[in-house]
Structure formats: C-alpha cells, structure tokens
C-alpha cells in the first residue's frame, strides 16, 4: 500500500515557478513509478510528467522544457518543479503511483494509488 499526499500549489503569475512535492508512505515506494496528472473541471485527466522507478522520466508535450520531474527514494518524495507557468497551466495537480512496469508512465489507468491534488492557480 502506499498513500500520497501532495503539496505545493497556490497562486502564481505567468512565467512564475512552482515546486509541488509528493509525500509517498510505505516501503516499497523505490519499486513504484510516479506520475504527475492534471485535471480541471469538465475537462479529461491530463498527463504532466512521470518517473519510474529507475529514474527515468517522460513529459506531457504541453510542458516539455518548462517542467522538471525528479525523486528523492530516501525521503520516499517526488518534485515537480514548474517554471515559465502559463495560465492554461492551472488546474488541480495529482501525483499517483504504480509498481513499475513497462506501460507508458502517461497511462493513467495503469496507476493504483492517486493523492488528493493540489491546486494550482496561473493567472495572467
């Protein structure tokens, strides 16, 4: 099992920088793949970034070169640092979590373990 609790979010202004963290319990979180979603209302789940297990990452094209995953196994955290935000860049971030396997990490079907999200706010 493995519980998440992501924070981070707020109000920012365009071309401003956010880091969101993602606390992840348990003890096996070093076997798990991590992804960053995001969703705003009416809209579908969105793919940001995520990171496997091996530390290899992948980006949603919306936020190639302007977003940055990482993790940190000894804390049992993942980041995800956010720089030149544009306002279609709000929406509520969730992190999510999955035992690693060869899917694509953009798969969010495949994750097992979503955290509440954290809200994030861009404006213009």
């Known amino acids: 099992q493995v519980a998440l609790v992501e924070s981070g979010g707020g109000l920012v202004q365009a071309g401003g920088s956010l880091r969101l963290s993602c606390a992840a319990s348990?003890?096996?979180?070093?076997?798990?793949?991590v992804g960053w979603f995001r969703q705003t209302p009416g809209q579908e789940r969105e793919f940001v970034a995520g990171i496997r297990s091996d530390g290899n990452t992948d980006y949603g094209d919306s936020v190639k070169g302007r977003f940055s995953i990482s993790r940190d196994n000894a804390q049992n955290m993942v980041y995800l640092q956010m720089n030149s935000l544009k306002p279609e860049d709000t929406a509520v971030y969730h992190c999510a979590a999955r035992l690693k396997m060869i899917r694509a990490l953009s798969a969010g079907r495949f994750y097992n373990y979503w955290g509440q999200g954290t809200p994030v706010t861009v404006s213009s």
């Open positions: 348990g003890r096996t979180f070093s076997r798990h793949d």
